[in-house]
């Protein structure tokens, strides 16, 4: 994992003007994270978060999603730091997907609007694969009431290709 200080402009999100569940799903990516060292304890943790939340059932299709996201993405990802007081792109665009999945009218057919934000990392099998665990944790934030607002949709680069295979990737960055 590679830690990197990133300038923060100023029209970000502010992380305490959020609502609850998007700021426990910002929680948990970067708790997630920042896993490396310390994977169980993190994971017990992860796991009470979400029980308290009402959302116990929602770690497998987190870590599922967060491990698919990190093992194939094309590009870094920036999830800031536990401490950060704004929220990144990328961690909007992980909302933003997740508010399409609770929003099935919200624009785009189907899977096609959550797999709009996906596409700044993530090639098109990457994708599919990916539709489970967004939609099963979507769901599962719904069902308690947890829904995340959505977010208007920036199309990243092309991912079509994968890759370039002549340059190392570091699946997440934090600062």
């Not at 003007?17 to 929680?27: S, V």
């Not at 896993?35 to 870590?63: C, M, N, W, Y």
Request: aromatic share 4%; hydrophobic share 40%.
């Amino acid at each position: 994992m590679t830690h990197v200080r990133i300038p923060v402009p100023a029209s970000e999100a502010k992380f305490a003007d959020l609502p609850f569940g998007e700021q426990l799903m910002i929680w948990a990516m970067r708790l997630w994270a920042r896993t490396d060292t310390a994977k169980p304890q993190v994971h017990s943790l992860l796991r009470k978060g979400f029980a308290l939340a009402g959302i116990e059932h929602a770690h497998g299709a987190f870590d599922s999603l967060m491990t698919l996201l990190t093992t194939a993405t094309t590009r870094p990802i920036d999830i800031r730091c536990a401490t950060c007081g704004t929220v990144s792109d990328d961690e909007q665009r992980l909302l933003g997907a997740l508010a399409d999945h609770q929003n099935p009218g919200s624009g785009l057919p189907g899977d096609t609007a959550a797999e709009s934000f996906l596409s700044v990392w993530l090639p098109p099998a990457a994708r599919r694969l990916a539709r489970e665990p967004i939609g099963d944790l979507a769901r599962e934030l719904a069902r308690m009431g947890l829904m995340i607002r959505l977010r208007r949709r920036e199309r990243g680069p092309d991912t079509t290709s994968g890759p370039d295979p002549g340059r190392t990737i570091s699946a997440v960055t934090i600062h």
